[in-house]
């Protein structure tokens, strides 16, 4: 399995000039990343866009956005666990991951000090969704449950997916990406998948680039298949990674290779520090629907969705004044399928979009 890194003056590819300029956002917000991410990086192109989800940048000290922007703590119903939409509980069953993406919305469980969301008992989650016969799909999250020991992951795993009504169990995880020895080194892990009854899994993986889906990422993805797991990715767009219809349409082929479905991006949510890695939704639109029209149907599938307090709400139009969206989740029964017409000039400007049409 790879080794975690979390000291920037370790990394052999980082003058000390730039280590030293960076140090100082690693006091805000940690620097993490495994030996194996840091092999994918190409060091000799200092705009790398691997390199730019990993190595702190300057720019993330900028003092805008929320440590909170979805208002996820409004939706806890038992400590670590949440309930949004009423068909979907979502329990942070880890406060760690291998690697530390630069663009979390998340990145407040990191922190130094503690943000008071303990992981969930789930004794009684399961009781939670025992009384709630609405909840037919769970969705462990993080953090990155595959940091947890797989003994204590899988026994979460089955006493969920016992459930009578449970339809699905998601395990969102970046491990395939961060370090994919860790899936394909763990056979109790895959044995436990393999035997699994009930509830169907799904592995929500989050490749940002198709670098990422290297030979060990691929075995890793096989061996899940395997045991009869679906395997769906999401990830954000973000500048200077993926935020091209080059980039993007790489992406989703090299999924569909995979046998990895396509299924959200993601607007960077407007989280402490991630200006510098948000694209405007505008923007992001078009580049999303440029590289899609390039693609064949299967890799074509996914959604451009913004998550914000009260939904997600898909991006699927544009006409020559709006930016169309419709709420795909909506938080509030009021919401449900409604339409918003977000005007090109706001639609273009980030923090704009969010101040002005975050219907929260
Ligand atoms: S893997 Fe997910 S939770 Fe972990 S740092 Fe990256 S975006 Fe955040």
């Not at 629907?289 to 998550?307: D, K």
């Amino acid at each position: 399995m790879s080794e975690s890194i979390t000291d920037i003056k370790a990394i052999p590819g980082i003058s000390t000039e730039e280590a030293e300029a960076i140090q100082r956002v690693t006091e805000f917000f940690p620097f993490r990343v495994t030996s194996h991410y840091l092999s994918l990086v190409d060091w000799n192109d200092p705009h790398d866009p691997l390199k730019r989800v990993v190595v702190p940048d300057e720019g993330e000290l900028k003092s805008d956005g929320n440590l909170d922007p979805s208002r996820e703590k409004n939706f806890y119903v038992l400590p670590g666990m949440q309930h949004k939409y009423p068909d979907t509980a979502l329990l942070l069953v880890s406060h760690q991951c291998a690697g530390y993406c630069r663009y979390c919305f998340r990145k407040r469980l990191f922190l130094r000090r503690s943000t008071g969301e303990h992981p969930p008992d789930i004794n009684n989650c399961l009781e939670y969704i025992r009384n709630h016969p609405e909840v037919r799909n769970v969705l462990l999250t993080g953090g990155d449950p595959l940091t947890l020991p797989s003994e204590r992951l899988m026994k979460i795993i089955r006493k969920i997916a016992r459930l009578p009504r449970i339809e699905a169990v998601r395990i969102g995880t970046r491990m395939l990406s961060w370090d994919p020895a860790r899936v394909i080194a763990d056979r109790f892990l895959l044995q436990g998948l393999n035997e699994l009854t009930g509830a169907q899994v799904y592995v929500m993986t989050h490749f940002t680039h198709s670098r990422e889906l290297c030979g060990e990422a691929l075995e890793a993805i096989r061996l899940l298949k395997r045991c009869g797991v679906s395997i769906c990715n999401q990830t954000p767009i973000i500048r200077g990674v993926n935020d091209s219809a080059d980039a993007l349409q790489d992406l989703f082929n090299a999924l569909v290779a995979a046998g990895v479905s396509p299924y959200y991006i993601f607007q960077v949510r407007p989280t402490v520090g991630n200006s510098i890695y948000s694209v405007p939704p505008l923007e992001a639109y078009m580049i999303f629907r440029e590289a899609q029209s390039r693609c064949s149907g299967l890799a074509a599938r996914a959604r451009y969705v913004i998550s914000h307090y009260a939904g997600k709400l898909h991006v699927c139009g544009l006409t020559d004044e709006h930016l169309v969206m419709v709420y795909h989740r909506a938080a509030f029964p009021g919401d449900r399928g409604r339409t918003i017409l977000v005007k090109r000039s706001i639609a273009n400007n980030s923090i704009a979009f969010f101040r002005t049409n975050h219907p929260g």
